[in-house]
T-cell receptor, first 111, second 113 residues
Framework: DTAVSQTPKYLVTQMGNDKSIKCEQN?????MYWYKQDSKKFLKIMFS???????INETVPNRFSPKSPDKAHLNLHINSLELGDSAVYFC??????????FGSGTQLSVL | AQSVAQPEDQVNVAEGNPLTVKCTYS??????LFWYVQYPNRGLQFLLK??????LVKGSYGFEAEFNKSQTSFHLKKPSALVSDSALYFC???????????FGKGTRLSVIA
């Protein structure tokens, strides 16, 4: 069983569209994150949720809206996609003991 | 605010030789330090961590790292590199409060047979 699963793995879309990325963890953790990895592999945190509540929003444009229907899910919705949004987006779940479990990533390409 | 520096974009090492991937950090208070590895088209995987205790910590796949408070460093090491160790390595730090991990820019390790 995959601990942290993201869908889709690849997402190709046009500028201006709205898209969503789903993330689910079956580890029972309370805290989940979204990270963005750019073309130079730099990894930057976007959001943190703890038990369905937003904890951290790291100066991300408000076109990005995370949604956590329950503590096992943290989805990312992006409105009005721009070229600069092209990146790999990683969901992660935080375990007691200070360990992050990452999903395999969603590669978003905005054309 | 915490920060991490990985001064090398790329490290090349021959198989069987020891390897070192460098990391220095800046944090207020006591650091929580981590190494993660990323294989192509995969998410990051936890390798090891230092929170307290012995300065030398051992992790997965034979890797270890040494915490040096005076030099604010947490270099990743392995006595004998394998070709399968070739990947992107990330150092990360956070302080003792409820703050998220901050990652370095990554170091690409290439182990040549």
């Amino acid at each position: 069983d995959t601990a942290v699963s993201q869908t889709p793995k690849y997402l190709v879309t046009q500028m201006g569209n709205d898209k969503s990325i789903k993330c689910e963890q079956n580890l029972g953790h309370d805290t989940m994150y979204w990270y963005k990895q750019d073309s130079k592999k730099f990894l930057k945190i976007m959001f943190s949720y703890n038990n369905k509540e937003l904890i951290i929003n790291e100066t991300v444009p408000n076109r990005f809206s995370p949604k956590s229907p329950d503590k096992a899910h943290l989805n990312l919705h992006i409105n009005s996609l721009e070229l600069g949004d092209s990146a790999v987006y990683f969901c992660a779940s935080f375990a007691p003991g200070e360990k992050l479990f990452f999903g395999s990533g969603t590669q978003l390409s905005v054309l | 605010a915490q920060s991490v520096a990985q001064p090398e974009d790329q490290v090349n090492v021959a198989e069987g030789n020891p390897l070192t991937v460098k990391c220095t950090y800046s944090v207020s208070g006591n650091p929580y330090l981590f190494w993660y590895v990323q294989y192509p088209n995969r998410g990051l995987q936890f390798l090891l961590k230092y929170i307290t205790g012995d300065n030398l910590v051992k992790g997965s796949y034979g890797f270890e790292a040494e915490f040096n408070k005076s030099q604010t460093s947490f270099h990743l090491k392995k006595p004998s590199a394998l070709v399968s160790d070739s990947a992107l390595y990330f150092c990360a730090v956070r302080d003792a409060g409820n703050t998220p991990l901050v990652f370095g820019k990554g170091t690409r390790l290439s182990v040549i047979a």
